[in-house]
Nanobody
Framework: QVLLTETGGGSVQAGGSLRLSCAAS????????MAWFRQPPGKEREGVAG???????YYADFVKGRFTLSRDSGENTLTLQMNDLKPEDTAMYYC???????????????????????WGQGTQVAVSS
C-alpha cells in the first residue's frame, strides 16, 4: 500500500491551465512508474503521462505538446502541468504508482489492464467551451 495524495483539479475555460500534483507516502514497495490516468464520463480510464525511476517519460498522443510531466529528485512527488486545456480533457484524473516500469504499467490500448498497484482518490478537471 502506497498513499497517493492529489491536488490541483478544478474548472477552467478552454485554453486555460491547471497543475496537478501527487505526493506518495507510506512506501511498502519500491515505486518504478508514477503516472496520471484520466476517466472521462462514461468511458474507461486511459493513460495520460508517466515517468519511471530512470526518468523515461511517456505522453499519450492527445496531450503531447500541451502537458508536461515531472518527478522530483526523491521520486515521491509527481506534477502534471496542463496547458491549452480543451473540453475533451474533462475527466477525473487519477495518480497511480506501480512497481513496474511505465512501458509495462501504462497500457497503449484500452483493452489492456494497467499494471498499477495503487490509485489516488482522483481529482476532477472540467474544461468549458
Amino acid at each position: 500500500q502506497v498513499l497517493l495524495t492529489e491536488t490541483g483539479g478544478g474548472s477552467v475555460q478552454a485554453g486555460g491551465s491547471l497543475r496537478l500534483s501527487c505526493a506518495a507516502s507510506g512506501f511498502t514497495y519500491p515505486i518504478d512508474c508514477m503516472a496520471w490516468f484520466r476517466q472521462p464520463p462514461g468511458k474507461e480510464r486511459e493513460g495520460v503521462a508517466g515517468i519511471d525511476s530512470n526518468e523515461e517519460i511517456y505522453y499519450a498522443d492527445f496531450v503531447k505538446g500541451r502537458f508536461t510531466l515531472s518527478r522530483d529528485s526523491g521520486e515521491n512527488t509527481l506534477t502534471l502541468q496542463m496547458n491549452d486545456l480543451k473540453p475533451e480533457d474533462t475527466a477525473m484524473y487519477y495518480c497511480a504508482s506501480s512497481p513496474f516500469p511505465c512501458a509495462r504499467a501504462i497500457p497503449r490500448s484500452p483493452n489492456i489492464k494497467p499494471m498499477v498497484a495503487n490509485w489516488g482518490q482522483g481529482t476532477q478537471v472540467a474544461v468549458s467551451s
